[in-house]
């Protein structure tokens, strides 16, 4: 047997950079993760919006703000400088994050806004707009420069995960942020409970302030990607691609217009995150105990996402995601089903969102993880790598899907009765807006991860062919530098 058969594989990034990469998307996704789970309700809460209105806003700003992802893939192929092609937008983002996350969350109300009508709602898409752009900028990078970070597709899998159960984590932290503020601004939400009765809704300084503590703590963790990150996968820097060009890429790219649809098709699973605060007050009587509903699903996520990896290993990659969607559809319809029917157990509930947890790394890992592959998948085809573009379309389907699922909930929760009952003066919320809310949150979330798993059938970049694309990527680039 030869040395070469028995040398282990070459380790590209060390402890820092994973570090720097992970904590990167840790603060990004906390910035996301609290306007996705309390922009909503402070617009209903504090500013007197309606909630349906509030979530067709969102939809059309996220919709319309996608137009910018294309144009953002289209610069990141055609950037060159020691930076590389990925940190300069990076940098770009940080200062509209910062800004424009505190003002979605400035109360306007001592301005009338709330009697102006449609002024309010023309406000509340602008800001929002602007900060949809500055999401972009940030969002296309640091997802497309997993795809740099090294050329073996098994770290990257590993790194990948690592950097996507801190991604997790980051979008979930509003839950536990919210509260703190909460509890140190005086005169704010109660935290504490009694049985039987319902906290009162946070104040607008509780949500001005985080906001602003959030969009610090996370730019300042996403300018970690910048100074510590190195991109290793040769590219051919400086090129400008038209968009005819990036169209026929994402074309040729059979694999990746699959997982394209299939997050698509699944875009309810992102339902859950998006009235979370909502489901918080409903079902257990406070906005601040959000952290227990959302503590309970990111253990299992973070779960799913650790064993992932080795459930890849000892199938592949189209037979992961297959399972962890059938498996999301049949827990959640239970769920819905035993606290509709059966029990409202709060003990019973928790376990089932842990349960609904385990299947979250289809949503969260397993889109990068592909996405990646199929960047290598067209450079096997192709001779060129097109991070750029097709980032930029999986970022346009993140954000969409992210709206829509909020939007969606929100109908669902504006159905219900909720903001009748949040209205009155002492806050009693009837079985069957409990009800509506949980099938919201459990339900639909997971009838439409079954129905994402339909074009997986025909996913194929995996086991010997995966390995192919690999070795032979390896050969043409050891031959061009030896040139």
């Given amino acids: 047997m030869s040395e070469k058969a028995n040398a282990k594989p070459q380790k590209y990034m060390n402890l820092k950079e994973i570090l720097a990469y992970s904590l990167g998307l840790f603060g990004f996704q906390a910035i996301v993760g609290l306007l996705n789970s309390y922009q909503a309700e402070f617009y209903g809460s504090i500013m007197g919006a309606n909630l349906a209105i509030v979530g067709a806003i969102i939809l059309i700003a996220k919709i319309v703000s996608a137009v910018f992802d294309p144009i953002v893939g289209n610069k990141i192929e055609s950037t060159k400088g020691k930076l590389g092609k990925f940190k300069p937008f990076i940098i770009a983002s940080i200062p509209v994050l910062l800004i424009f996350t505190a003002v979605v969350f400035l109360d306007i109300t001592p301005l009338h806004f709330e009697n102006a009508g449609n002024a309010l709602y023309i406000y509340i898409f602008i800001t929002f707009l602007i900060w949809c752009l500055g999401m972009t900028l940030a969002d296309v990078p640091t997802q497309g420069i997993a795809a740099v970070l090294t050329p073996d597709p098994n770290e990257r899998t590993n790194i990948v995960s690592i950097a996507n159960t801190a991604k997790q984590i980051g979008f979930a932290a509003c839950a536990v942020i919210v509260p703190v503020i909460c509890l140190i601004i005086k005169g704010g939400s109660k935290v504490i409970v009694a049985k039987g009765e319902q906290d009162s809704p946070m104040i607008a300084p509780e949500y001005l302030f985080t906001a602003i503590a959030t969009a610090v703590f996370g730019c300042a963790l996403m300018a970690l990607i910048v100074f510590w990150s190195k991109e290793r996968v040769p590219y051919a820097s400086g090129e400008k691609t038209s968009f005819k060009d990036m169209f026929e890429a994402i074309k040729g790219n059979t694999p990746l217009i699959l997982v394209i649809v299939s997050y698509f098709l699944g875009f309810g699973r992102q339902m859950a995150m998006g009235i979370q605060v909502q489901a918080a007050y409903a079902l257990i009587g406070s906005q601040n105990l959000v952290i227990i509903l959302g503590i309970t699903t990111a253990i299992g996520s973070m779960i799913s996402m650790a064993v992932t990896p080795v459930l890849i290993k000892k199938t592949n990659e189209k037979t992961a995601y297959l399972i962890l969607s059938i498996y ?156």
């Fill in 328 to 483: 999301g559809f049949v827990v959640s319809v239970l769920a819905y089903i035993v606290y509709a029917f059966v029990t409202k157990n709060a003990v019973v509930m928790y376990i089932f969102l842990f349960l609904i947890g385990l299947q979250f790394s289809a949503v969260t890992l397993m889109p990068m993880i592909m996405t990646a592959d199929c960047v290598d998948y067209y450079e096997y085809k192709t001779g060129k790598r097109t991070e750029g573009p097709v980032y930029a379309l999986l970022s346009l389907t993140i954000k969409v899907c992210l709206a829509l699922g909020t939007a969606l909930g929100l109908f669902f929760v504006s159905k219900s009765g909720y903001s009748e009952a949040i209205q009155q003066s002492t806050v009693v919320f009837e079985e069957s807006t409990k009800n509506t809310i949980f099938f919201a949150y459990t339900a639909m979330p997971g009838i439409l991860a079954l129905l994402s798993a339909v074009p997986m059938f025909k996913y194929d970049i995996y086991g010997k062919k995966k390995e192919e694309i690999s070795a032979a990527l390896a050969e043409r680039r050891a031959s061009a530098e030896s040139e």
